[in-house]
């Protein structure tokens, strides 16, 4: 089962890695524009607002590959329990006040990944 967990934690890694791309490199992009919706004008006017939420992102990520690689398994454990419930949290959060489809973009597979994990 740990396995399955490691898995379902590096593929939420990797949905916040394209989610880092998003909005730090491509958020004025057509590829941008058309993933969140935005009008080139407004895509222009939050190009540093998107960067530093895209930065934040990046954070999660590095925590879930430092969970991946840690050493010590008890530790690894936590520290992937920990970063997966930041994820699925502002998941829920996105999803409450920005666009539904975060729920299913972002919360969900951290909510699968911590059952997965839970049950290792």
């Excluded at 939420?12 to 958020?27: D, K, R, S, T």
């Excluded at 960067?51 to 454990?77: E, K, S, T």
């Excluded at 975060?102 to 990944?113: E, G, H, R």
């Amino acid at each position: 089962m740990m396995l399955v967990a490691n898995v379902l934690t590096g593929l939420v890694a990797l949905i916040h890695v394209y989610i880092v791309l998003l909005e730090m490199v491509w958020w004025t992009s057509s590829r941008g524009q058309k993933a969140f919706g935005l009008t080139p004008e407004f895509a222009r006017e939050t190009k540093v607002l998107a960067a530093n939420q895209g930065l934040y992102n990046g954070f999660l990520v590095a925590g879930l590959v430092w969970g991946l690689v840690h050493p010590d398994p008890a530790f690894a454990w936590q520290i992937k329990l920990f970063f997966l419930a930041c994820v699925a949290v502002a998941g829920i959060y996105g999803a409450a006040t920005a666009s539904r489809k975060i729920l299913f973009i972002q919360a969900l597979p951290a909510v699968l990944a911590i059952i997965a994990l839970v049950f290792a």
